[in-house]
């Protein structure tokens, strides 16, 4: 069974930076499209940023492209985010989530097998 676990959330001001993790295990890092979700107050969750399968392109959202980067290290089957430039509306919940063999180049909460449990942001002024 995949299990994957996040973390790296806390406490911010606006302009910090933050870097989150995601540990993938249970299953092959690989054969997954990877992807980092958000869920703010209130809100939907939305996909952030993420890496399709099986070429592993790096995918983002419209509204943080700039200050998102996601990354991977195959040999430790992690994911990384890292947010610059934090700002109160970046605070929520953020996710990771993998979906096997998903080729497509979007990925929206319904395509995702697996979720971590979240971890939190709160992004003061």
């Known amino acids: 069974q995949v299990q994957l676990v996040e973390s790296g959330g806390g406490l911010a001001q606006a302009g910090d930076s933050l870097t989150l993790s995601c540990v993938f295990s249970?299953?092959?890092?690989?054969?997954?499209?990877m992807a980092w979700f958000r869920q703010g107050p209130g809100k939907e969750r939305e996909f952030v940023a993420g890496f399709s399968w099986p070429d592993f392109t790096r995918h983002y959202a419209g509204a943080v492209k700039g200050r998102f980067t996601v990354s991977r290290a195959d040999t430790v089957g992690t994911v990384y985010l890292l947010i610059t430039a934090l700002k109160p509306e970046d605070s929520g919940v953020y996710y990771c989530?993998?979906?096997?063999?998903?080729?497509?180049?979007?990925?929206?909460?319904?395509?995702?097998?697996?979720w971590g449990p979240g971890t939190l942001i709160t992004v003061s002024p």
């Open positions: 989530a993998a979906a096997s063999h998903h080729n497509g180049p979007t990925m929206v909460p319904r395509d995702m097998d697996y």
């Open positions: 249970g299953g092959i890092f690989n054969d997954y499209a």
